[in-house]
Each structure stands twice: as structure tokens, then as C-alpha cells.
């Protein structure tokens, strides 16, 4: 299934958008500010080491995309919110309260972990059309393949973006029982999105 280009859709995408690439550009800045932040290529590759980034570089170019009038297939939209609100939860649960951001740090931080998903997910809601049951396994596409490119890469370079998955710290054993109880955290998000979605589609 793909979307109605409506006005409307395409004017709140547009919104989504905007967000989500100033959160992601004050990110950047903010990064790059760090002492030691090296080059702007350095930065970027540090960057692309985060669920948060990527998944809000997704919501980016896909809201892009329902701006310019491309039907974007109803499978990816319902991954691109399942992601970004997971972004949300996972922050504001586990992860909110290990560091304290200043000034554009807290702005990106408050952009790419609150403002956009509740954006999304006002959005998903207004105007994708109606997921079926089967979408909660697409959903789970986006989560593993950063899973093994996270793991991958952390196996080279020693950089663990998240504490839970921090093989160093807490062993393979340790980081596959809390990835076991983040798939389980995506499907029971992802369940509850669909099922409300429906309810109101």
C-alpha cells in the first residue's frame, strides 16, 4: 500500500522533515564542538555509529520523499515509525539520565529523541494507511540489520555506541540477552502500534 499524496500529508511531512534535519545538523554541531571531535569526516563516521542518527536520517529522506509527492510503500513507513519511536522510549527510559547536554546539545538531543518520533507518530497516524499484522516482521528489518552493523563494527573499531550493547563490558552473552529483550521491546511496541492504528484507520 502506498500513501495519498494529500496537501495535508505532504505539509506535515514537510514539518517532520525540517526537524528532523535541524536536530540532525545541531547534533553535528554539537558534536564537532567536543574537544578532540577531530575532523568533520571523523565526526560523521562517529555519528553513523547511533540507532538515534540513522534512524532519524531515515525518517528524514522519507518525509522528504512524501513532500515532493512520492508514494512511499505503507511497509516502510510503519518501520520508519516503529524505529523513531522506539528512539524515544529507549532514550527517555534507559538512556536519559547518563549524560547531561548543554545548550545545542540539548536542543538536538530534545529534537532527535522527542520531537521528531512524537512528529512521526502524529503522522503515521493522520495519514499512512492501515498496516497489516505481517508488517510487524518488516519492522524488524531496520533494528537487526543496525544489530549486526553495530556489533560489526564495534568488533573492529572498539566503539559500542549504546551500554547495552557494550560486548567489552558486559560480554557476547550479556549484550544477546539484552538484544533478545529489545526485540521483544520492538514487538510489543510494534503490536501495540498496529493495533492502534487499525482502531483508528
Do not use: C, E
Request: charged fraction near 10%.
Amino acid at each position: 500500500m502506498t500513501y495519498p499524496v494529500s496537501n495535508a500529508a505532504r505539509l506535515a511531512a514537510l514539518s517532520v522533515f525540517v526537524v528532523a534535519a535541524l536536530s540532525l545538523r545541531m547534533q553535528f554541531d554539537a558534536s564537532r564542538a567536543l574537544p578532540g571531535s577531530g575532523s568533520a569526516a571523523d565526526t560523521l563516521w562517529r555519528l553513523a555509529g547511533y540507532f538515534t542518527i540513522l534512524t532519524n536520517l531515515l525518517v528524514a529522506l522519507m518525509t522528504a520523499l512524501v513532500a515532493l509527492r512520492w508514494r512511499v510503500p505503507g511497509g516502510l513507513a510503519y518501520a520508519a515509525v516503529l524505529a523513531i519511536v522506539m528512539v524515544g522510549l529507549v532514550y527517555h527510559t534507559l538512556l536519559a539520565g547518563l549524560n547531561d547536554p548543554q545548550d545545542l546539545a540539548w536542543w538536538a538531543d530534545q529534537g532527535l529523541h522527542t520531537a521528531v518520533p512524537l512528529l512521526m507518530l502524529g503522522w503515521w497516524l493522520m495519514f499512512a494507511p492501515v498496516p497489516r499484522w505481517q508488517a510487524l516482521i518488516s519492522g524488524m528489518i531496520w533494528p537487526m540489520v543496525y544489530l549486526i552493523y553495530a556489533l560489526l563494527r564495534g568488533g573492529v573499531t572498539g566503539f559500542w555506541p549504546y551500554p547495552f550493547l557494550d560486548v567489552a563490558r558486559l560480554g557476547w552473552g550479556g549484550v544477546a540477552l539484552n538484544s533478545a529483550g529489545m526485540v521483544l521491546a520492538f514487538t510489543g511496541v510494534g503490536t501495540v502500534l498496529i493495533a492502534l492504528k487499525r482502531r483508528l484507520g
